[in-house]
């Protein structure tokens, strides 16, 4: 079975310009979740989808940070325009919505955003 | 969500069992432990979860407490690919939901030839 995907791995960009990274849940996961690490920092939550509705936002910064899930499959993170505050890793993460067995989250390797 | 107090790092034997603690004191009685943990340059991966019994799962063995203000994560016998930093979370837990998690600052384990 394939295990969280993201997109890409590693990404520089300068300050001011866009960046969108990507997320592949475990097929059949309709809860979504993307987290970040940005640098000396703890690992704080952002945003959770199930399905395609956001059903908490209340972790996202400030409005350059957008996230779509549309048909409620992959998931994209937009920073536009990106600040250098933006550099970390930014984690993804996934589960299945009615699952008695196993809630627990699947994390993917993480994107590494650095803004220059 | 209750607060979780961990050492900031340890370190243990190749081989030896790895016993690592973590402080809940104000946690209620709604709320799971659940341990996850980060290797370097990859995602969090969870380990175990408990209310109030010992679990024991192919990873770890979750000990908590009589009155549920502390528990400790034992990795039996620890190798080198054991070394991460390791979080002690605390939240409640909702069938058929997932709630978000919230990572403190967890503790290095660095586990030694």
């Known amino acids: 079975e394939a295990g969280v995907t993201q997109f890409p791995s590693h990404s520089v960009i300068e300050k001011g310009q866009t960046v969108t990274l990507r997320c592949d849940p475990i097929?059949?996961?309709?809860?979504l979740y993307w987290y970040r690490r940005v640098m000396g920092k703890e690992i704080k939550f952002l945003l959770h989808?199930?399905?395609?509705?956001?059903?908490?936002e209340s972790g996202m910064p400030n409005n350059r940070f957008l996230a779509e899930r549309t048909g409620g499959t992959y998931s994209t993170l937009k920073v536009q325009p990106a600040e250098l505050e933006d550099s970390g890793v930014y984690f993804c993460?996934?589960?299945?919505?009615?699952?008695?067995?196993?809630?627990?989250?699947?994390f993917g390797q993480g994107t590494r955003l650095t803004v220059v | 969500d209750a607060k979780t107090t961990q050492p900031p790092s340890m370190d243990c034997a190749e081989g030896r069992a790895a016993n690592l603690p973590c402080n809940h004191s104000?946690?209620?009685?709604?709320?799971?432990v659940y341990w996850y943990r980060q290797i370097h340059s990859q995602g969090p991966q969870y380990i175990i979860h408990?209310?109030?019994n010992n679990e024991t799962n192919e990873m770890a063995s979750l000990i908590i407490t009589e009155d549920r203000k502390s528990s400790t994560l034992i990795l039996p016998h620890a190798t080198l690919r054991d070394t991460a930093v390791y979080y002690c979370?605390?939240?409640?837990?909702?069938?058929?939901?997932?709630?978000?998690?919230?990572f403190g600052s967890g503790t290095q384990l660095t586990v030694l030839p």
């Open positions: 993460a996934s589960s299945p919505l009615r699952d008695r067995k196993n809630t627990e989250a699947f």
């Open positions: 097929s059949g996961h309709d809860n």
């Open positions: 989808f199930v399905k395609e509705s956001k059903q908490d």
């Open positions: 104000t946690i209620s009685g709604n709320e799971y």
């Open positions: 408990g209310l109030k």
């Open positions: 979370i605390v939240r409640f837990r909702l069938v058929g939901s997932a709630r978000q998690l919230t």
